[in-house]
């Protein structure tokens, strides 16, 4: 499909569990904020004037909600609303355990265009990481009763689940795809553990260089029995090569992501940045933008100016492809075009 804008918004960093892998754990102390209403308003605005400069037939630009938590937001609902009134599709990424409610999932069908659900393993070993028991028996059965009511409703949404692969759940991740199909998800990704937020569970938890190469020699085979169930495990050769380079240690720099072009992350703050970990380097205030056309050019001129310390090993999941559908390469190595420091040289 053509490309298409997608802005993640960070709405919240309020969250109920108490996941040892994520900065916003429930139980780390630090004051939680969400984005203030008139900022995801002008949010909202720049990106309707954005659409209304496209061409017929391109696709709708994508917000995405992303937290902590974005669903325990007790707006969520009517900025999706007024997000879709003014031309946009709306998704979230959740931890599921909102979904439980029918009225919860109701909300769900009538104002997400595609939702995200993180599950990360089978049964109790996702109650311990996620620290919540029988987490992830309610959350499998919500999602199979959300797509059911999908089905009757004939609703177009986009169920996926996102795995985080980890020593502990990387054997049974297999499992896990199966039942995750079984239950409705129409689309799989996944991402490696990763240690800017948590090091000390990193320690515990990475992954060998060793078994997730075993790991991605199977994927193949694991990609073609999904399929036969109508499920896609995406996640391209470039992603995969990612992986490797992170299970390995080694800096994997990209000489040139088109920062702003395709991609924003707005965070809890309201600044805008090419991505999640650029904000402190080049964010940008929502009230301080009059087109959204205009960052591309400006994100440009910031990273020749003083390139940001994420970018010498990009860990934006997105530019390596992890949303491409698999192009059938199955020999890895660690070789990509694209790597080089480029203009942050």
Same mark, same amino acid.
């Given at each position: 499909?053509?490309?298409?804008?997608?802005?993640?918004?960070?709405?919240?960093?309020?969250?109920?569990?108490?996941?040892?892998?994520?900065?916003?754990?429930?139980?780390?102390?630090?004051?939680?904020?969400?984005?203030?209403?008139?900022?995801?308003?002008?949010?909202?605005?720049?990106?309707?004037?954005?659409?209304?400069?496209?061409?017929?037939?391109?696709?709708?630009?994508?917000?995405?909600?992303?937290?902590?938590?974005?669903?325990?937001?007790?707006?969520?609902?009517?900025?999706?609303?007024?997000?879709?009134?003014?031309?946009?599709?709306?998704?979230?990424?959740?931890?599921?355990?909102?979904?439980?409610?029918?009225?919860?999932?109701?909300?769900?069908?009538?104002?997400?265009?595609?939702?995200?659900?993180?599950?990360? =393993?089978?049964? @109790?070993?996702?109650?311990? %990481? &996620?620290?919540? !028991?029988? /987490?992830?028996?309610? *959350? #499998?059965?919500?999602?199979?009763?959300?797509?059911?009511?999908? =089905?009757?409703? @004939?609703?177009?949404?986009? %169920? &996926?689940?996102? !795995?985080? /692969?980890?020593?502990? *759940? #990387?054997?049974?991740?297999?499992?896990?795809?199966?039942?995750? =199909?079984?239950? @409705?998800?129409?689309?799989?990704?996944?991402?490696?553990?990763?240690?800017?937020?948590?090091?000390?569970?990193?320690?515990?938890?990475?992954?060998?260089?060793? =078994?997730?190469?075993?790991?991605?020699?199977?994927?193949?085979?694991?990609?073609?029995?999904?399929?036969?169930?109508?499920?896609?495990?995406?996640?391209?050769?470039?992603?995969?090569?990612?992986?490797?380079?992170?299970?390995?240690?080694?800096?994997?720099?990209?000489?040139?992501?088109?920062?702003?072009?395709?991609?924003?992350?707005?965070?809890?703050?309201?600044?805008?940045?090419?991505?999640?970990?650029?904000?402190?380097?080049?964010?940008?205030?929502?009230?301080?933008?009059?087109?959204?056309?205009?960052?591309?050019?400006?994100?440009?001129?910031?990273?020749?100016?003083?390139?940001?310390?994420?970018?010498?090993?990009?860990?934006?999941?997105?530019?390596?492809?992890?949303?491409?559908?698999?192009?059938?390469?199955?020999?890895?190595?660690?070789?990509?075009?694209?790597?080089?420091?480029?203009?942050?040289?």
């Amino acid at each position: 499909m053509p490309p298409r804008l997608v802005v993640v918004c960070r709405v919240t960093t309020v969250c109920n569990l108490a996941c040892g892998f994520c900065a916003y754990d429930r139980r780390l102390p630090f004051a939680r904020t969400t984005l203030a209403d008139a900022q995801i308003e002008r949010l909202i605005e720049l990106m309707a004037g954005w659409r209304g400069r496209q061409l017929a037939g391109d696709r709708a630009p994508l917000l995405s909600w992303l937290g902590g938590e974005p669903l325990l937001w007790r707006d969520w609902v009517r900025f999706s609303a007024l997000a879709r009134s003014r031309g946009l599709a709306v998704s979230a990424t959740t931890n599921g355990s909102t979904l439980a409610s029918a009225t919860g999932r109701a909300q769900v069908l009538e104002n997400l265009d595609e939702l995200t659900v993180s599950l990360d =393993a089978v049964g @109790g070993r996702h109650d311990t %990481l &996620r620290g919540r !028991v029988g /987490l992830y028996a309610r *959350t #499998l059965a919500a999602v199979r009763a959300l797509a059911d009511a999908r =089905a009757r409703s @004939g609703v177009g949404m986009r %169920l &996926r689940a996102n !795995v985080v /692969l980890m020593r502990s *759940t #990387l054997d049974g991740f297999a499992e896990l795809t199966q039942q995750l =199909a079984a239950a @409705g998800i129409d689309e799989i990704s996944y991402n490696l553990l990763g240690g800017r937020d948590r090091p000390a569970f990193h320690a515990l938890e990475s992954v060998s260089p060793e =078994a997730l190469d075993r790991w991605l020699r199977e994927l193949p085979r694991l990609r073609r029995s999904l399929a036969r169930m109508g499920v896609t495990l995406i996640g391209g050769h470039d992603y995969a090569l990612r992986l490797q380079s992170a299970s390995r240690q080694q800096s994997r720099p990209v000489a040139d992501c088109a920062p702003g072009e395709q991609f924003l992350f707005v965070d809890e703050l309201g600044r805008v940045a090419p991505c999640a970990f650029t904000g402190d380097d080049y964010g940008v205030a929502l009230n301080a933008i009059d087109h959204l056309d205009q960052l591309a050019a400006h994100f440009r001129q910031s990273r020749r100016a003083a390139c940001a310390r994420a970018c010498s090993d990009c860990p934006s999941t997105q530019v390596f492809g992890k949303f491409s559908h698999a192009d059938g390469v199955v020999d890895l190595g660690l070789e990509d075009a694209r790597a080089g420091i480029g203009e942050c040289a």
